[in-house]
């Protein structure tokens, strides 16, 4: 059951629905689920944390939309909290190998919701690998901020240089499929150049302005990090 020496809900008290159209549940609050909470709130992502540990939970108040003390290995508790209502969880427990598996079969067993859990080890990765797991991490704490950014968007991989320049690998637009990139609007309307594409079962190759995009391809994006997500946002 969820337990605290006062409400589990710290700053603001739950509503009836605890999962908005744009929002992520994190269990485990360490060092890296910390990190990657705090991440996606700064980008105006909407977080529900969960930790066994009330010294981090306290840490956290007012900090994150919703965190709470609980021991999310009991699927129950998962369902009072509404973590089945979520499309995105991120599993951040990393001391305890056994939690990690038990939490993360719960989730998977949701059905509905996409699980980033992090691993450990190589075994550790290998155990929920064979659990189904969609996405595995090996993340150190400086990790945690290049997570986020595949968390919480239509990023396919993603690498930040300094002075927040990034490369991305996304999907293209569909305003951007089937028309050369030299005669498009890319450049001046969005400030990104998309530098590489990938046909889909075929080898990455430099774009050029005759490359024309088609909708199966993958592509890298370079440029500032916020106008590269928002690129990679389109539809």
């Given at each position: ?12 008290r ?11 549940v994190?269990?485990?609050l360490?060092?890296f689920?910390?990190?990657?909470a ?5 980008t105006g ?7 066994v ?17 609980a ?5 129950e ?9 979520y ?13 990690s ?6 989730l ?14 190589t ?32 990023i ?42 990938r046909?889909?079962?075929g080898r ?32």
């Amino acid at each position: 059951m969820v337990s605290s020496s006062r409400s589990p809900w710290f700053g603001q008290r739950p509503p009836q629905r605890l999962a908005e159209a744009d929002s992520v549940v994190v269990i485990g609050l360490g060092r890296f689920g910390t990190s990657l909470a705090l991440e996606l709130m700064d980008t105006g992502i909407d977080v529900l944390g969960i930790d066994v540990d009330e010294e981090r939970v306290q840490s956290l108040n007012g900090r994150l939309t919703h965190v709470v003390r609980a021991d999310a290995t009991k699927e129950e508790v998962l369902r009072q909290l509404a973590v089945h209502e979520y499309d995105r969880a991120v599993v951040g427990i990393g001391t305890h190998i056994e939690s990690s598996i038990l939490v993360t079969s719960r989730l998977l067993r949701f059905g509905d919701v996409t699980v980033w859990a992090k691993a450990i080890s190589t075994p550790h990765g290998e155990i929920l690998e064979q659990l189904g797991v969609p996405h595995i991490i090996y993340p150190e704490h400086d990790m945690g901020r290049r997570v986020a950014h595949l968390v919480r968007g239509a990023i396919l991989d993603y690498v930040e240089f300094e002075d927040g320049f990034v490369m991305i690998k996304t999907n293209p637009p569909a305003a951007y499929v089937g028309v050369p990139l030299g005669g498009s609007d890319l450049r001046p309307k969005h400030d990104v150049t998309i530098v590489a594409v990938r046909p889909e079962g075929g080898r990455w190759s430099y774009a050029s302005n005759t490359t024309v995009l088609a909708e199966t391809d993958r592509i890298i994006v370079a440029g500032d990090v916020d106008k590269a997500e928002a690129f990679s946002r389109m539809r």
